[in-house]
């Protein structure tokens, strides 16, 4: 097992940011996505659950390592974002088949490969919909499961709440209990959870990475993750003061980048002692 880390409940559930997220793609989400894929390996001819999958930053590059011999069932909530992706991949991927659907309750099972990057914590129950997962794959098959590690955006929360009309008050009296949740942002952690839920031979990778910033993508990095919930139900007025005056924090506290650290573990589920044939 690896020792590494988890990842931030602020991160996901991008479906009121649809543009703005998809902005992210070249900076943030295409290089996560390429680091997952390079190290779950996806392979000629395998089937491949892609766990919300968003705009299909890992789910484009599967289909086209599985080739037409494969299978990619690319799945997210959000029809905005599974549209992005079908415009992306056009007639060329035959392959990847999209879907509007709750991946907690995906039936279909035998996959060769489940992966999901920067998806599980927004599971409401995070051992449940992870397990549901690991559950997909075949007898034998493998799990990819991508998080942020610890520290991952700091400070840019922080300076964020600072920047709202009651200092952040309200998101403290707002916040739900952590108990019930576990805790996987190092490697370690994130390894002996995955372990604990049913997969063998898991090892955990930490994925070091810095994105330098600028006033536009520290911005967008609110607008295009769930960190724009930070801001409630303000209206546009009252968003623009927040942005001046979480811009001018960053650039008071001279913060020139972030870290993005992402952890990525990978198992395999146990083979069973009857083999079943794998579910297309």
Not at 145 to 165: K, M, Q
Not at 225 to 233: E, H, K, P, S, Y
């Amino acid at each position: 097992m690896g020792e590494t880390t988890s990842e931030p409940d602020f991160v996901g559930g991008f479906t009121a940011v649809t543009g703005s997220h998809a902005a992210l793609d070249e900076a943030v989400w295409n290089p996560i996505s390429m680091a997952t894929v390079a190290r779950s390996r996806p392979r000629f001819d395998e089937s491949v659950l892609d766990a919300c999958a968003g705009d299909g930053a890992s789910a484009l590059p599967t289909a086209e390592l599985v080739g037409p011999g494969g299978v990619v069932d690319a799945v997210d909530l959000s029809a905005e974002l599974v549209e992005i992706a079908r415009e992306r991949a056009g007639e060329r991927l035959p392959q990847l088949r999209l879907h509007v659907a709750d991946v907690t309750e995906w039936e279909p099972t035998g996959y060769d490969l489940v992966q999901c990057v920067l998806g599980v914590l927004d599971f409401d129950d995070l051992d449940d919909g992870a397990r549901h997962l690991i559950e997909r794959a075949r007898p034998g098959g493998r799990a990819a499961i991508t998080v942020w590690a610890r520290g991952a955006f700091d400070p840019l929360p922080e300076l964020l709440a600072e920047a709202l009309p009651d200092g952040g008050a309200s998101l403290d009296a707002a916040a739900p209990p952590a108990a019930g949740r576990a805790s996987i942002d190092t490697a370690g952690s994130l390894a002996q959870w995955l372990t604990r839920l049913g997969l063998a031979g898991v090892r955990a990778h930490t994925v070091q990475r810095h994105l330098e910033l600028t006033p536009e993508l520290s911005w967008t990095l609110v607008d295009g993750t769930a960190l724009r919930f930070m801001l409630g139900g303000l209206g546009a007025p009252a968003v623009e003061k927040v942005r001046r005056r979480f811009l001018a924090a960053i650039e008071e506290r001279g913060i020139a980048s972030i870290d993005v650290t992402t952890l990525i573990a990978i198992g395999q589920r146990p083979a069973a002692t009857k083999g079943r044939g794998r579910t297309r």
